[in-house]
């Protein structure tokens, strides 16, 4: 067995910001036998993925920070895209935390079908098969984050990020192509999904993997590759579900843990500065709702003076990766690209916003989508993402692999003074730079 594992107590990690891989320092030592104390190093690895969708919410078209609250010097750099001069306070996008989760990933993937049997609660495939597909999101974060868009024609060229499969101290890591770390995923979600013991996981440890979020994740990833045929086919696998009705006062809003929707709960997209009014909605982001009609308004937002202010995702019970809704919407926007299949896309789009919507406006939205053709309902879907994943961090993502249109926002700082922020159409900085806790000392890793 593998006896690198001196990381369950505590260690230093300087995880690709050098030439070496690992630099451990062991605080105590505990070395995995069991199927239960894989389990706990499996916890842990949950436990330490990186919490940063509210930075991308603020990069984006969907809120800012009040030039008045405490929280302006923290967020200003990510809202106004100006990497070259981040704040003292600014906040980081993960890199050190995301290749610590795989490094659990990769510890437990190595030797766990080795592990001694000492319950019947836990196998050993499950647990690998939980590792790797944890390992598959965590390389597909990172690419999404630090690389550019999958672009079929350029990827084998275009610089990814370094893939991390396996513990090798001696490792000199640097990027590898865009179609390499896709590769490398897919890979994962397969053998994984193979290994997969559980359909899905009950509410209580709906943060772990399962059968279904295995299959949503191989389907947001088909979408991100624009492969609409297979993106189609992987969210029709999970198609139909259950879909919280909004016209029903008592239905749980999907963005909970315990939603009737929740598939992956793992991820705490906002963060308490969203919840004490620090930050609000960006006026075009709003312009997007029926204010009145649309029923998500009232749940996923408060009213501040004029403004609209987020009351989503920013409580412990509010976590959320992958649910139901999702499916309808990668399987909508993949058939509106694929010839022929436009009444399928307008279907599921459909099915979804009935959910969502008072039922006089759903039968107005209905008869307008029904009147759509492709480019429309291309555009209509992107629009619907946006209104369903507010605050979720899908929307930085995209803008980035749909148009990365031209984004300004004017707003006041601190001294208030009128300020405006571009961020141009093709933008570069839609790819965000590699952190300078990973560029300092790997020279591979230069931008």
Request: glycine share 4%.
């Given at each position: 067995m593998n006896r690198i594992y001196i990381l369950l107590i505590g260690f230093s990690l300087t995880c690709f910001t050098s030439c070496n891989y690992l630099?451990?320092?062991?605080?105590?030592?505990?070395?995995?036998?069991?199927?239960?104390?894989?389990?706990a190093m499996m916890v842990s690895a949950y436990d330490l993925f990186p919490q940063y969708k509210h930075l991308l919410s603020v990069r984006s078209d969907e809120a800012f920070p009040y030039g008045s609250s405490s929280a302006f010097n923290d967020y200003i750099s990510v809202a106004s895209w100006d990497e070259s001069n981040p704040g003292t306070y600014t906040m980081a996008y993960p890199w050190l935390m995301m290749y610590k989760v795989i490094f659990y990933a990769n510890s437990v993937i190595a030797d766990v079908m080795g592990a001694e049997v000492d319950t019947h609660e836990d196998t050993r495939e499950q647990l690998k098969a939980e590792a790797l597909l944890l390992r598959a999101y965590a390389h597909f974060e990172l690419v999404n984050l630090y690389a550019k868009p999958y672009a079929a024609n350029t990827a084998a060229t275009d610089r990814g990020v370094p893939i991390s499969v396996k513990i090798d101290i001696e490792q000199n890591h640097k990027p590898e192509s865009i179609e390499e770390v896709y590769g490398q995923i897919l890979a994962d979600i397969k053998e994984g999904e193979e290994l997969m013991q559980i359909e899905e996981q009950p509410a209580n440890l709906r943060y772990r993997f399962s059968k279904k979020s295995a299959k949503a994740l191989e389907a947001r990833v088909r979408l991100y590759r624009s492969e609409w045929e297979l993106a189609l086919k992987a969210a029709e696998e999970l198609l139909p579900c259950t879909l919280a009705n909004l016209n029903d006062p008592a239905t749980i809003s999907p963005y909970y843990y315990n939603s009737q929707e929740a598939v992956l709960s793992l991820e705490l997209t906002t963060h308490t500065d969203f919840a004490v009014k620090k930050i609000f909605m960006l006026p075009g982001m709003m312009d997007k709702y029926n204010k009145t009609e649309d029923l998500r308004v009232a749940r996923y937002f408060t009213i501040s003076g004029k403004d609209y202010c987020p009351n989503k995702g920013n409580k412990k019970t509010m976590k959320m990766t992958f649910r139901h809704s999702e499916f309808y919407l990668i399987a909508a926007e993949a058939a509106a690209h694929i010839d022929g299949k436009a009444e399928v896309a307008k279907k599921y789009l459909k099915q979804l916003i009935e959910n969502r919507l008072t039922p006089v406006y759903y039968t107005q939205k209905a008869a307008e989508i029904e009147g759509?053709?492709?480019?429309?309902?291309?555009?209509?879907?992107?629009?619907?993402r946006a209104r369903e994943f507010a605050l979720e961090g899908h929307r930085w993502y995209d803008l980035r692999r749909t148009t990365r249109p031209e984004i300004v926002k004017v707003y006041k700082g601190q001294d208030q003074v009128e300020k405006k922020a571009v961020l141009k159409q093709d933008d570069p900085r839609y790819t965000i730079r590699f952190p300078k806790e990973a560029t300092d000392n790997n020279i591979n890793l230069k931008n």
């Amino acid at each position: 067995m593998n006896r690198i594992y001196i990381l369950l107590i505590g260690f230093s990690l300087t995880c690709f910001t050098s030439c070496n891989y690992l630099d451990v320092k062991p605080v105590g030592q505990v070395i995995p036998e069991s199927v239960t104390e894989y389990r706990a190093m499996m916890v842990s690895a949950y436990d330490l993925f990186p919490q940063y969708k509210h930075l991308l919410s603020v990069r984006s078209d969907e809120a800012f920070p009040y030039g008045s609250s405490s929280a302006f010097n923290d967020y200003i750099s990510v809202a106004s895209w100006d990497e070259s001069n981040p704040g003292t306070y600014t906040m980081a996008y993960p890199w050190l935390m995301m290749y610590k989760v795989i490094f659990y990933a990769n510890s437990v993937i190595a030797d766990v079908m080795g592990a001694e049997v000492d319950t019947h609660e836990d196998t050993r495939e499950q647990l690998k098969a939980e590792a790797l597909l944890l390992r598959a999101y965590a390389h597909f974060e990172l690419v999404n984050l630090y690389a550019k868009p999958y672009a079929a024609n350029t990827a084998a060229t275009d610089r990814g990020v370094p893939i991390s499969v396996k513990i090798d101290i001696e490792q000199n890591h640097k990027p590898e192509s865009i179609e390499e770390v896709y590769g490398q995923i897919l890979a994962d979600i397969k053998e994984g999904e193979e290994l997969m013991q559980i359909e899905e996981q009950p509410a209580n440890l709906r943060y772990r993997f399962s059968k279904k979020s295995a299959k949503a994740l191989e389907a947001r990833v088909r979408l991100y590759r624009s492969e609409w045929e297979l993106a189609l086919k992987a969210a029709e696998e999970l198609l139909p579900c259950t879909l919280a009705n909004l016209n029903d006062p008592a239905t749980i809003s999907p963005y909970y843990y315990n939603s009737q929707e929740a598939v992956l709960s793992l991820e705490l997209t906002t963060h308490t500065d969203f919840a004490v009014k620090k930050i609000f909605m960006l006026p075009g982001m709003m312009d997007k709702y029926n204010k009145t009609e649309d029923l998500r308004v009232a749940r996923y937002f408060t009213i501040s003076g004029k403004d609209y202010c987020p009351n989503k995702g920013n409580k412990k019970t509010m976590k959320m990766t992958f649910r139901h809704s999702e499916f309808y919407l990668i399987a909508a926007e993949a058939a509106a690209h694929i010839d022929g299949k436009a009444e399928v896309a307008k279907k599921y789009l459909k099915q979804l916003i009935e959910n969502r919507l008072t039922p006089v406006y759903y039968t107005q939205k209905a008869a307008e989508i029904e009147g759509m053709n492709r480019q429309e309902l291309i555009n209509e879907i992107a629009d619907e993402r946006a209104r369903e994943f507010a605050l979720e961090g899908h929307r930085w993502y995209d803008l980035r692999r749909t148009t990365r249109p031209e984004i300004v926002k004017v707003y006041k700082g601190q001294d208030q003074v009128e300020k405006k922020a571009v961020l141009k159409q093709d933008d570069p900085r839609y790819t965000i730079r590699f952190p300078k806790e990973a560029t300092d000392n790997n020279i591979n890793l230069k931008n």
